[in-house]
């Protein structure tokens, strides 16, 4: 069976530091890979997708960037956090032979001071 | 812009009771509408999800009714438990497509009340 991981759970961070965050997927080769960024009490923001390695796309422009070093591998970066990226962000995937059912990660909740 | 309109933004019922949650949409393309679970602090579960080739879908407690006419689509939780409390996204996408297009609605935080 498929599982996704994200780490880390939780992270506090100073405004103006770096941000990694990782996600990986097992138990499928090929997926489609997507990062959201939930704010408190609303919805989820698309903020990257991938369909493969190396292959970004950005729905929103901030201050976050996202890169695929491997197949199953997800990262969401940045080079300076801003107060405004906080929240809770949420990496997901999806199998290209059924790309529309897309199945979420535990999350990390990001809080940046 | 937003595509999938969701309401009630909150929702409080009592124990055996059900909870009915609507989304509208707006783009005609859309043909796959999911709903999700989301558990405080955990990352979203599909619930169930409908394609617009039928206008009802039942699994358990759980059952989608889709209106393709009136764009909109509900769910309905049928004899409500303390352990349903929530937050409900709908969604709405167009495919199959490897690249995304799943629009979601704002969520709906459910309370059961025993």
């Known amino acids: 069976s498929q599982t996704i991981h994200q780490w880390p759970a939780t992270l506090v961070q100073p405004v103006g530091s770096p941000l990694s965050l990782e996600c990986t997927v097992e138990g499928t080769s090929n997926p489609n890979l997507y990062w959201y960024r939930q704010a408190a009490g609303r919805g989820l923001q698309l903020l990257f997708y991938s369909v493969g390695i190396g292959q970004i796309s950005s729905e929103v422009p901030q201050n976050l960037s996202a890169s695929r070093p491997q197949d199953r591998q997800f990262i969401l970066s940045s080079k300076k956090l801003l107060l405004s990226d906080s929240g809770f962000y949420l990496c997901a995937w999806s199998s290209g032979g059924a790309p529309n059912e897309q199945f979420f990660g535990p999350g990390t909740r990001l809080t940046v001071l | 812009q937003q595509q999938v309109k969701q309401s009630p933004q909150s929702l409080i019922v009592q124990k055996g009771g059900i909870s009915i949650i609507n989304c509208a949409y707006e783009n005609t393309a859309f043909d796959y509408f999911p709903w999700y679970q989301q558990f405080p602090g955990k990352g979203p579960a599909l619930l169930i999800a409908?394609?617009?080739?039928?206008s009802e879908k039942k699994e358990g407690r759980f059952t989608i009714s889709f209106n393709k006419s009136a764009k909109q689509f509900s769910l309905h939780i049928m004899d409500s438990q303390p352990g349903d409390s929530a937050t409900y996204f709908c969604?709405?996408?167009?495919?199959?497509?490897?690249?995304?297009?799943?629009?979601f609605g704002a969520g709906t935080r459910l309370t059961v009340k025993p």
């Open positions: 409908i394609r617009p080739d039928v």
């Open positions: 969604a709405a996408s167009k495919g199959p497509r490897r690249d995304n297009d799943m629009r």
